[in-house]
């Protein structure tokens, strides 16, 4: 009996989200989805649904350190894919260890939640520039985090390409700045500096779109890991979210999740 290949491994160092719809849960969804093996490292646990953050508890510096040498040290991994940190300690500790790991990281630097409820303290916001941003082969800010980080308000597409340096200041090898609260169709700018890709999509008249962020970065996480190329990996993992934001549906009383199964249930004889 032949021994079936190992798929590309992922590891997600992020939050968890109790309403299944961001976070960790979010990032395991997408991995499966797309192929590739997701492991875990859980930073803090939240008390979350539709409606917002109800309460936000940090684990234990050890305790992040330990889950992380357990998967590295034995498992390995081919991408690692880094949401909430919450405090400046959690920030550097996992610096620490993306340091001695050879693999690509992606930086999702997580500042609020889909709902405005602060998921990083202000402290933290000088670990993320100087100790966990120069490790990023890609950095996902979304148009509110560029603020938080570099000064940077940008309110026309054309701003896309001044808060994209000021990202790439920080030392990242790649920007992905998401600008999807700006008016028209939803387009990110995607650069090293030498190269500009611009990624466009239709806007979707659905408000379910909680987890979109955790979403994209891991999409992109699953693509690097199985070798793909930056520009490549965000494309994909563009049209990934794109289709589960399309398809996000409404979940308890406030903003629903994207959907994560969304290729599964367009498929010929899906249950749906």
């Given at each position: 009996m032949d021994i079936p290949a190992l798929p590309p491994r992922v590891l997600t160092v992020a939050g968890s989200d109790s309403g299944g719809g961001a976070g960790i849960q979010a990032d395991l969804k997408t991995m499966l989805a797309l192929g590739v093996h997701g492991m875990s490292v859980l930073t803090a646990v939240t008390a979350q649904?539709?409606?917002?953050?109800?309460?936000a508890w940090e684990l234990p510096v050890d305790a992040v350190r330990a889950q992380y040498r357990s998967v590295v040290d034995d498992i390995g991994v081919q991408a690692v894919k880094t949401g909430m940190l919450a405090s400046a300690l959690l920030v550097e500790?996992?610096?620490?260890?993306?340091?001695?790991?050879?693999?690509p990281v992606v930086v999702d630097p997580v500042g609020v939640s889909k709902h405005g409820d602060p998921l990083l303290a202000a402290s933290a916001l000088d670990s993320v520039r100087t100790k966990l941003l120069p490790l990023a082969t890609v950095a996902t800010p979304n148009l509110d985090e560029v603020e938080q980080?570099?000064?940077?308000?940008v309110e026309a597409e054309a701003d896309l390409r001044r808060a994209a340096d000021a990202v790439l200041g920080f030392g990242p090898r790649w920007a992905l700045i998401k600008g999807g609260h700006l008016a028209g169709d939803a387009v990110d700018l995607l650069t090293d500096g030498a190269q500009e890709h611009w990624l466009r999509a239709p806007r979707h008249?659905?408000?379910?779109?909680h987890g979109t962020g955790c979403t994209l970065a891991s999409?992109?996480?699953?693509?690097?890991a199985k070798g793909m190329?930056?520009?490549?990996?965000?494309?994909?993992?563009?049209?990934?979210?794109?289709g589960a934001i399309a398809s996000g549906f409404a979940l308890g009383g406030g903003i629903g999740p994207?959907?994560?199964?969304?290729?599964?249930?367009?498929?010929?004889?899906?249950?749906?």
């Open positions: 649904n539709s409606l917002g953050v109800q309460g500790t996992v610096a620490d260890l993306l340091a001695g790991t050879d693999a980080l570099t000064g940077v308000r008249d659905n408000r379910h779109t999409a992109v996480a699953s693509g690097l190329e930056v520009p490549g990996a965000v494309r994909a993992a563009k049209e990934y979210v794109t994207v959907d994560h199964g969304w290729r599964l249930r367009r498929s010929p004889g899906a249950v749906v």
